[in-house]
């Protein structure tokens, strides 16, 4: 049997699967473990068509190739890390893919597995999803995540971009973007990213991307980055609020507004979030009442992070799309679970101002100065648990009611 090509130092897979051996046309093999709960599945694909029995009879064949990586103790919640959904190919490996399944138990012809198998974090997915693929010169593809929301969430493709911009600007660290939404992306196909170097300047970069789906523009930012420079500083100060240790987590255990998600995935429940949010003051999602505003909320990533500032601020661009736009729906007792609201970001700017740890607290301070026309502005103030004015942001986004006859 051939063995398909994989990255250097890695195990080699059977070419035969769906291709020219054992199980042809067969697009996956299943392997399961199961407990007094529950099934965990691996799936590979190999982006081939298949039956459920074609699948099941290569089984045997994948089998041995997932003994192999046991072996060389590549566990699997590093790949699985990597990519979650059905579509699209892991970063840098380009004909494979993997998706972990959570199932009620049953009965099931796939090969069962007493391993201990485990699951990735959320933010070891996170992470993994920013190792992006590099397609050609400036050009490179990413993964989705579906978040539960109607479309991919606005900061995943918010921080990948601007990792694919630092991807071509090493030296230097972003110290502000701007970025418009032009669709709404599809949480279940990968995210193509191609970035043209406007300018390298003694002391400024400027780069700019534009991310598409199906060959559509879905976002376009621009970046610029900064050698290190002192200069004048000033900052106002952080509000006084009550430490994050005083506050619950935000629970989010549903999928919001689940008649409005697409049908493939209404029935799957959300993920974690890689970001754990406490908010001050939260409002009802579901029976909201009016409140000022403007919302303090806590948050930080879900474990620790390695890397350097680059990460940790392209980590915090993701994490800046959560929740402010709600603060311009608080004055109207709405939020965006309710299933006659329609809410998107339109545009999103950042400044980072001082150095930070995204797994360490950050207090996000949201004030939203007008809404009309649909359209809602919310201005932020990110700072650390010290005090210091790390990051700015605005955004404006629609907030539209629709009436259903």
């Not at 039956?51 to 990586?69: G, I």
């Not at 993964?143 to 539960?148: F, N, P, Y």
Request: glycine fraction near 8%.
């Amino acid at each position: 049997m051939t063995q398909a090509p994989g990255p250097p130092g890695w195990p080699q897979l059977p070419h035969g699967l769906g291709m020219d051996g054992a199980g042809a046309g067969a697009e996956a093999a299943v392997v399961e473990k199961t407990d007094s709960s529950f099934s965990s599945a691996v799936e590979w694909h190999w982006g081939h068509s298949g039956t459920v029995s074609e699948r099941t009879s290569a089984s045997n064949v994948v089998w041995q190739s997932l003994q192999a990586y046991s072996k060389m103790g590549m566990v699997f919640s590093r790949m699985a890390g990597l990519a979650q959904r059905l579509t699209g190919c892991l970063p840098t490996i380009p004909h494979w893919n993997i998706k972990w399944i959570a199932m009620h138990k049953q009965d099931t012809a796939g090969v069962q597995v007493n391993a201990n198998i485990s699951t990735p974090s959320a933010l070891e997915q996170l992470l993994g999803l920013f190792q992006l693929e590099t397609v050609a010169t400036d050009h490179f593809r990413g993964q989705s995540l579906d978040l539960g929301f109607r479309n991919l969430f606005g900061g995943h493709i918010l921080g990948q971009s601007l990792v694919a911009a630092g991807n071509t600007c090493d030296h230097r660290n972003a110290h502000s973007l701007h970025a418009y939404f032009i669709r709404g992306g599809d949480p279940l196909a990968p995210i193509d990213y191609r970035v043209e170097r406007i300018r390298d300047g003694n002391t400024f970069s400027v780069r700019r991307v534009v991310a598409s789906q199906a060959d559509k523009a879905i976002l376009i930012l621009s970046s610029s980055f900064q050698a290190d420079e002192e200069g004048f500083e000033h900052q106002v100060s952080m509000p006084d609020v009550p430490p994050p240790e005083s506050l619950p987590s935000a629970a989010r255990s549903s999928r919001p507004v689940p008649e409005l998600i697409p049908s493939q995935s209404a029935e799957q429940t959300a993920p974690d979030l890689a970001i754990e949010i406490r908010p001050i003051d939260p409002v009802d999602h579901y029976h909201p009442e009016k409140k000022e505003p403007r919302q303090y909320v806590w948050f930080r990533a879900d474990g620790a992070v390695e890397g350097n500032q680059a990460l940790h601020r392209c980590l915090l661009a993701y994490a800046s799309d959560f929740g402010l736009l709600g603060t311009s729906l608080r004055p109207h007792a709405a939020t965006y679970y309710q299933p006659d609201m329609v809410t998107a970001s339109l545009d999103h700017a950042m400044w980072f101002y001082r150095d930070f740890r995204i797994d360490d607290w950050l207090l996000y301070a949201c004030e939203s100065p007008s809404a009309g026309h649909a359209r809602g502005l919310n201005h932020g103030n990110i700072f650390s648990r010290d005090g210091q004015l790390v990051a700015c942001v605005t955004q404006e986004g629609l907030i539209r009611r629709v009436r259903r006859d």
